[in-house]
């Protein structure tokens, strides 16, 4: 797979120096990317597959509510700890200058995206729609081959041997998935 390459897009560490500039940065991404990845599209996937999922109304309800409340949570810390840790944003035109390794980028390498994707999936539990479940395991897909292809590479052409060290100790998706070296 070494011949496969994708576009590696120009990363611009941040240059802002004031935190609140950079959290009203992180927050009107965070918005644009609220409406239409978690609000938009997932509206079209219901309207356009309308099929019913056999999920009991008090799981998908909960569960759903549960996904998408911690998710959003989640979301929101970590923008605060690339502003005051990384010094950046998750824009890639105002990327962190400081590789974040600590709260819960210390348990998964990608909290954001796993956030992310919580919000999505509690929306499949909550409204129990085929469409939306397409819809969230393409962009589950999806996101997991950006991060390998797009956001490794460039982070380990940023960041070099800390970044390798920060990968073998912590794993990219699921808790608990490798130990870090205790010394």
């Known amino acids: 797979m070494a011949a496969f390459k994708f576009y ?3 990363v611009r560490q941040s240059k802002t120096t004031s935190t609140l500039v950079l959290w009203g940065k992180s927050l009107l991404n965070a918005f644009l ?5 978690m609000v938009v599209l997932p509206w079209v996937a219901y309207r ?3 099929l019913k999922l056999p999920i009991p109304h008090v799981v998908g309800k909960w569960g759903g509510v549960f996904l998408i409340f911690a998710g959003t949570v989640m979301w929101i810390y970590c923008l605060w700890t690339f502003c005051h840790k990384g010094r950046g944003t998750p ?4 990327a962190p200058r400081n590789l974040v390794t600590s709260g819960l980028f210390g348990i998964v390498r990608n909290p ?3 956030a992310e994707l919580m919000v999505l999936w509690g929306e499949v539990l909550f409204f129990a729609n085929m469409g939306i479940l397409i819809y969230a395991f393409m962009i589950s897909i999806i996101a997991h081959m950006l991060v390998v292809y797009v956001e490794e ?5 940023r960041f070099g041997r800390e970044y390798e060290k920060y990968c073998q100790q912590v794993p990219r998706w699921f808790p608990g998935l490798k130990r870090k070296n205790k010394r």
């Not at 990317?33 to 990845?37: G, N, P, R, V, Y």
């Not at 824009?91 to 105002?94: G, R, S």
């Open 91 to 94: 824009l890639m035109l105002d």
């Open 8 to 10: 590696l897009p120009r």
């Open 48 to 50: 356009v597959v309308p």
């Open 153 to 157: 590479p460039e982070l380990k052409g």
């Open 33 to 37: 990317f609220l409406a239409i990845f």
């Open 112 to 114: 954001i995206m796993v």
